[in-house]
């Protein structure tokens, strides 16, 4: 399997979180992005889900909190001069790394 050469031409600047298998990168864009670190017969990393916050926001932080089992991400907009707060829950099927291994 080879890597995930390109996921998008946005910029990719905020930190990666990895976590049980997952990827989660944000844009400076406003996206998001959760990929499967590889595809359930072990091929190459795959897209899970996509989140886009708007075209002035970049995303600014990623953490997980195993507590609440939510993904935490906050976002920020040079042009309204404000951040925002948002939660993922992790246990969404779709955020799920299949092959069990990691």
Avoid: C, H, W
Avoid at 75 to 92: N, V, W
């Amino acid at each position: 399997p080879g890597p995930m050469t390109t996921l998008t031409t946005d910029p990719m600047r905020t930190a990666l979180l990895y976590r049980a298998g997952i990827i989660a990168v944000g844009t400076t864009t406003g996206k998001l992005f959760f990929v499967n670190r590889r595809t359930n017969g072990g091929g190459p990393p795959a897209l899970m889900r996509e989140y886009y916050f708007g075209a002035t926001e970049e995303v600014s932080g990623i953490a997980y909190d195993p507590n609440a089992n939510k993904y935490m991400v906050t976002t920020s907009s040079s042009t309204s001069k404000d951040g925002r707060f948002f939660t993922i829950d992790a246990s969404d099927s779709t955020l799920t790394d299949l092959d069990g291994t990691y």
